[in-house]
């Protein structure tokens, strides 16, 4: 069942009449179907009313909810003969950034992805995306892996932000993210990003300075969290509504800033709801960037150059 | 010319002036307490001479500090978007900004200078915590690639001193763009072949720290900086654990290896001055490498008039040769001619 969120009200009560009206057409033999129907109208025509005026905040919401495609279904579904790598061969393994080799539509690619957890338990797991260095420091291991083998670089962002916490500090969280900035920014092959939902400030950023940035719709990508930014500037996280608006941390924002290159379109109704028509919108878009990325049969050094120069001129 | 200029206008200024105060000349340490005398902190370089806190200062202070006395250029720093987001909280960002200017005076949080470190040529680029808590947004990410480019023109050492909470998060999404941007700067320092010094100072963190502060060459950091990635109060609210003493500071960090050394204000000159001369200079270590080689005594007797700068960590040594620069630089490089390597 997917889990409610509080402006879709309107259309959950819809979903729940339909679910009634199924219900008692089981029990009696009475035909229900045309009423179904104008109700399963009704609900199309809502959410389209609903998702085409989302707020920022509600987009927010949107993006971090539970059932939309996180990084894990999305290899599954977009990556044939994923093979997982483990271990930053430094100290440890940090399954908040998993990553291997698969292939992409019958090519081999690198994958790096921040994966929050679906349930409890592998939330709990995953540290709910949250990365210690380690997860960073796999990801260089693996894009160096990548450059090593001339395989594109794809990764999928997914994060509140990297891990804030003692041992995290203890074992370098700032150096790790710094130098896996460096890496990313200095392999001389193909580096496609999507942000699939959350986009948390500089954990997000470490593994996302590509040749292309792409964001789902209802993605969201920001320098802080909105409760984090409302708590400081206006003293009070009950104001993050209006920091999420002030943000501009939005697709659209993002496109609008010429920091996204593409906005990848979600069902209506957000991802959530079609979780699998969401992912294979997504796949269409990687190759495409991929293509855009290589056009012309680019070198490496020439790859790197202009990466470089995107990110030199960024902000004006 | 008239009496307004030669008695009105003095007489009016003197009233507006304000009057020292007490305090004016006094400062209160803000580690141990102790009162001290402006004159004497001063001299001190703002370090606390009862307890050896190291206190914030700014950019101007850091270049009269670092550069020789033969003087610097202070470079202009890029124009960039003022408020592209249009920012607003309970208050403008551009208030906001103008408040730090009326403070600080013009520029944003991030000035540079170029000129001599002991007679080796860098480029110092310094975040003012004191402007917007040195928070880094396109102005101070522009002015870093300003500063690489100057460095790289000027074939210099590039040095960064760093003090900032982060991105500055007024500017959005931009803001943490200036991350991949400072990281690619580096990237055409490191293609130059140009050394990159970090020093860390008090505090460094969020988005500064996770990007080119961590990146240095060589990375150094006053005593007592409190250098990370989260900020302290992140950490206890998320893992609800007191943190251990003294964590995130400098001397922390240099026990967990993440930096190299730990220097004093006081020797802070004399230790770039060395490692950028290492770096920069290699023929003039080996100008001393027969004698050491050859002959130890002899090396010995030697070493504190010559190979005192490599030996002797920030000693008068090496801090004399800021006076006169070239005449030992002559003296070195003939030495190498008159004896070929082998």
């Known amino acids: 069942m997917l889990t409610p969120l509080a402006f879709e009200r309107p259309v959950l009560e819809l979903e729940a009449r339909i679910e009634d009206l199924r219900k008692l057409g089981q029990h009696d033999d009475l035909d229900l179907s045309e009423e179904t129907q104008r109700l399963e109208a009704q609900i199309e025509k809502s959410l389209a009313q609903l998702y085409g005026k989302l707020t920022p905040w509600q987009r927010v919401q949107v993006a971090r909810h539970p059932n939309r495609p996180r990084a894990l279904s999305v290899i599954n579904a977009l990556i044939d003969d994923f093979t997982p790598l483990a271990g930053d061969r430094l100290y440890g393994e940090d399954e908040a950034i998993i990553g291997g080799i698969g292939r992409l539509k019958g090519r081999s690619v690198v994958v790096i992805g921040q994966e929050k957890g679906g349930d409890t338990a592998s939330r709990v797991k995953h540290n709910f995306g949250m990365a210690h260095p380690e997860g960073y420091r796999k990801a260089m291991r693996l894009m160096d892996l990548a450059e090593r083998f001339k395989l594109p670089v794809v990764s999928f962002v997914d994060t509140p932000g990297a891990f804030p916490g003692i041992e995290a500090e203890e074992r370098g969280q700032a150096e790790a993210i710094a130098r896996c900035l460096q890496k990313g920014l200095e392999i001389e092959t193909p580096f496609v990003a999507a942000v699939l939902g959350e986009g948390g400030s500089g954990g997000a950023v470490a593994i996302a300075a590509a040749d292309k940035l792409l964001m789902f719709e209802h993605s969201v990508y920001s320098v802080i969290s909105p409760e984090g930014c409302a708590s400081i500037l206006w003293r009070s996280a009950e104001q993050a509504p209006e920091a999420a608006e002030a943000l501009r941390m939005t697709a659209k924002d993002l496109y609008d800033l010429g920091v996204a290159d593409a906005i990848v379109p979600e069902p209506v109704g957000g991802a959530h709801r079609d979780p699998q028509a969401a992912i294979q919108s997504l796949g269409d878009a990687i190759v495409s960037a991929l293509g855009e990325t290589e056009a012309g049969g680019v070198t490496g050094a020439e790859l790197k150059r202009r990466r470089r120069e995107r990110f030199l001129k960024i902000g004006g | ?342």
Not at chain 2, 113 to 138: E, K, N, Q, T
């Open chain 2, 1 to 342: 010319m008239s009496w307004i200029e030669n008695y009105v206008r003095p007489r009016i200024q003197q009233l507006v002036r304000r009057t020292p105060t007490q305090s004016d000349l006094w400062r209160q340490c803000p580690a141990c307490g102790q009162m001290i005398f402006h004159q004497d902190l001063d001299r001190a370089q703002m370090v606390c001479p009862n307890c050896s806190h190291h206190m914030r200062i700014g950019a101007k202070a850091r270049f009269d500090l670092l550069f020789d006395a033969d003087g610097h250029d202070v470079l202009t720093m890029p124009q960039t978007p003022a408020d592209p987001l249009k920012f607003r909280d309970q208050k403008r960002y551009t208030d906001r900004l103008k408040d730090a200017v009326n403070k600080n005076g013009p520029g944003d949080a991030l000035k540079a200078a170029a000129g001599r470190i002991d007679g080796m040529p860098a480029v110092v680029a310094v975040l003012d915590f004191a402007f917007m808590g040195g928070s880094m947004g396109a102005a101070v990410g522009a002015g870093f690639v300003a500063s690489v480019r100057a460095a790289i023109e000027r074939k210099a050492g590039f040095v960064a001193i760093t003090a900032s909470g982060g991105a500055r998060m007024q500017e959005g999404i931009l803001s943490l763009m200036q991350m991949p941007r400072t990281v690619a700067a580096l990237g055409m320092l490191k293609d130059a072949g140009l050394p990159y010094i970090v020093v860390l100072t008090d505090p460094t963190t969020g988005g500064v720290s996770a990007s080119f502060a961590m990146l240095g060459d060589i990375a150094i950091a006053e005593p007592g900086a409190g250098i990370g990635f989260a900020g302290q109060r992140v950490i206890k609210e998320t893992i609800g654990q007191t943190l251990p003493e003294g964590f995130q500071r400098a001397e922390y960090l240099y026990d967990h290896g993440m930096i190299d050394m730990v220097v004093t204000r006081a020797e802070m000159k004399a230790t770039l001055g060395r490692v950028l001369s290492l770096l920069m200079q290699p023929t003039r270590a080996v100008a001393n490498l027969p004698a050491l080689v050859a002959d130890t005594a002899k090396a010995d007797a030697a070493a504190p008039a010559q190979a005192g700068v490599a030996l002797k960590p920030g000693g008068k040594a090496s801090r004399a040769r800021a006076t006169e620069p070239k005449q030992p630089e002559t003296k070195q490089a003939e030495a190498t001619k008159a004896e070929p390597r082998t």
